[in-house]
C-alpha cells in the first residue's frame, strides 16, 4: 500500500449541535472521494436495532482494555459522564483503504489531536456553527437534554472551539448544503494533490 494511501484520512469534528450527524450522512453519499465511515469500538452496550459491526464495535470492557493494552487503537476516550468506553481501533483504517477510500472518522476534539499526532497528513475539518449563541439555541431544540446536561455542552463546546486552529480547514454550517458543497470542494482538492 502506498504511502498517498495511508495518508488518506478525513477527520471531522464539531461541538454537540454544529450538525455534524446529518452533514455527514450526505457526505458519504456525495463526496467526491470515497469514504468509508469508520466504525467506533466501544464498552456501552448495544441500543434495540444497533448492530455489531455497523453501528459500532460492541466490546467487553475486559476486550476493549486488552486491545487498547496492545497499541490497537488510533485514538480512544472515557466517557465520564457514562463510564463507558469509546475509541477508534487502527484495523478501520486499513479496512477503508483495503476498499480503495479514505477513512472518514467522526470523533471528537481529543481524539482528532491524536491522529493528528500519528498522521500529520490527515484532512481534518473543524465544523462549527455561525455563532456560539447558534450552538446553544440547537442544542436547546433538540429538547432531549437537562439544563445540566446542555450547560456542561456548552462548556466543551467552549473548549474545542478554542482548538480549531489546530485543524487544517474550519467550515461553518450555516447552509447545510453550502458547508456539505465546501467539504466537497476540499476533498476534491486533498485527492487532487495525493494524485499528483
Same mark, same amino acid.
Given at each position: 500500500?502506498?504511502?498517498?494511501?495511508?495518508?488518506?484520512?478525513?477527520?471531522?469534528?464539531?461541538?454537540?449541535?454544529?450538525?455534524?450527524?446529518?452533514?455527514?450522512?450526505?457526505?458519504?453519499?456525495?463526496?467526491?472521494?470515497?469514504?468509508?465511515?469508520?466504525?467506533?469500538?466501544?464498552?456501552?452496550?448495544? *441500543?434495540?436495532? !444497533?448492530?455489531?459491526?455497523?453501528?459500532?464495535?460492541? &466490546?467487553?470492557? $475486559? =476486550?476493549?482494555?486488552?486491545? %487498547?493494552?496492545?497499541?490497537?487503537?488510533?485514538?480512544?476516550?472515557?466517557?465520564?459522564?457514562?463510564?463507558?468506553?469509546?475509541?477508534?481501533?487502527?484495523?478501520?483504517?486499513?479496512?477503508?483503504?483495503?476498499?480503495?477510500?479514505?477513512?472518514?472518522?467522526?470523533?471528537?476534539?481529543?481524539?482528532?489531536?491524536?491522529?493528528?499526532?500519528?498522521?500529520?497528513?490527515?484532512?481534518?475539518?473543524?465544523?462549527?456553527?455561525?455563532?456560539?449563541?447558534?450552538?446553544?439555541?440547537?442544542?436547546?431544540? *433538540?429538547?432531549? !437534554?437537562?439544563?445540566?446536561?446542555?450547560?456542561?455542552? &456548552?462548556?466543551? $463546546? =467552549?473548549?474545542?472551539?478554542? %482548538?480549531?486552529?489546530?485543524?487544517?480547514?474550519?467550515?461553518?454550517?450555516?447552509?447545510?448544503?453550502?458547508?456539505?458543497?465546501?467539504?466537497?470542494?476540499?476533498?476534491?482538492?486533498?485527492?487532487?494533490?495525493?494524485?499528483?
Amino acid at each position: 500500500m502506498s504511502q498517498g494511501q495511508q495518508e488518506r484520512i478525513v477527520v471531522l469534528s464539531g461541538p454537540s449541535g454544529s450538525g455534524k450527524s446529518t452533514l455527514v450522512r450526505l457526505l458519504v453519499d456525495r463526496a467526491p472521494v470515497k469514504l468509508v465511515m469508520s466504525i467506533s469500538a466501544t464498552t456501552r452496550p448495544p *441500543r434495540p436495532n !444497533e448492530v455489531n459491526g455497523t453501528d459500532y464495535w460492541f &466490546l467487553t470492557d $475486559a =476486550e476493549f482494555r486488552k486491545r %487498547l493494552a496492545e497499541g490497537q487503537f488510533l485514538e480512544h476516550a472515557e466517557v465520564f459522564s457514562s463510564g463507558f468506553l469509546y475509541g477508534t481501533l487502527s484495523s478501520e483504517m486499513d479496512r477503508a483503504w483495503s476498499q480503495g477510500g479514505w477513512a472518514f472518522l467522526e470523533i471528537d476534539v481529543q481524539g482528532a489531536m491524536k491522529v493528528m499526532q500519528q498522521y500529520p497528513n490527515a484532512v481534518t475539518i473543524f465544523l462549527c456553527t455561525p455563532s456560539p449563541g447558534e450552538f446553544e439555541r440547537r442544542l436547546r431544540a *433538540r429538547g432531549t !437534554e437537562s439544563e445540566e446536561v446542555i450547560q456542561r455542552r &456548552l462548556a466543551t $463546546a =467552549e473548549k474545542e472551539l478554542q %482548538l480549531s486552529d489546530r485543524y487544517k480547514y474550519v467550515v461553518v454550517n450555516d447552509q447545510l448544503e453550502t458547508a456539505v458543497s465546501e467539504i466537497c470542494e476540499i476533498l476534491k482538492a486533498e485527492e487532487k494533490a495525493r494524485n499528483a
